[in-house]
């Protein structure tokens, strides 16, 4: 059974990690960036409310993201495990996290953090391209991540959960080191 949290500043790989393990492992990929965008495609109450804030890089009340987290962890494929992309983002999203994955007794996540230097995230970020990745608005992501999201390092090495993964070097090496890292995690439990 595998529940993983990727945590890690924008451009750190999550999103491209994510998905590849969740392929590998057939289970859900949980971006709540994605859930974001879709909804702001399809211009939902929720992608309207959403918008002003992911325009300018800034995080998506709490209250919002977690009811949105709440219905997709409570949907049945969420039953043999999941990876979670972007969620949670500050202290209180994790306080919440935690309070829901008891009720709905899902069990033993692991939290992955992907460590890259600053100036590879910015490039990375530059050539990414997303509607969202101007310099400006990168900039202002990196300082939330940095106020708001950065916390969650030690919040989660102080409920051992955390794996620290060197998110600098090839998507492939990347896949191995977290690979290895909850099969050592799973063997040592
Ligand atoms: P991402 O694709 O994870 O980089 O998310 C894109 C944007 O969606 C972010 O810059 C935020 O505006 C918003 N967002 C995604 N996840 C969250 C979250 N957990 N809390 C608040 N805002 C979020």
């Known amino acids: 059974m595998t529940r993983l ?13 994510a998905k590849a393990l969740a392929a590998h ?9 994605d859930i974001l965008r879709q909804a702001l495609l399809e211009q939902t109450p929720l992608g309207i409310k959403a918008q002003s804030y992911m325009d300018k890089g800034e995080l998506v009340p709490d209250h919002l993201v977690q009811q949105m987290v709440e219905e997709r ?12 992309d972007g969620f949670p983002r500050t202290v209180q999203q ?10 709905l007794e899902h069990q033993g996540e692991k939290v992955v953090n992907l460590d890259v230097p600053d100036e590879v995230v910015v490039g990375r970020l530059l050539e990414r391209g997303r509607q969202d990745d101007t310099e400006e608005v990168i900039r202002r ?3 939330v991540y940095r106020s708001e999201t950065a916390p969650l390092i030690d919040y989660y090495i102080g409920k051992q959960k955390l794996l620290v993964i060197n998110g600098n070097q090839s998507l492939e090496e990347v896949t191995v080191e977290i690979n290895r890292a909850i099969a050592h995690r799973e063997s040592a439990v």
């Open 5 to 17: 949290i990727f945590l890690g500043p924008p451009g750190a790989g999550k999103g491209t990690q």
């Open 94 to 103: 994790a306080a919440f996290l935690e309070t829901l994955l008891q009720k």
């Open 73 to 84: 962890l409570t949907q049945p494929d969420t039953e043999q495990g999941w990876i979670l």
């Open 25 to 33: 492992w057939q289970i859900p990929h949980i971006s709540t960036g």
């Open 141 to 143: 992501r990196l300082e």
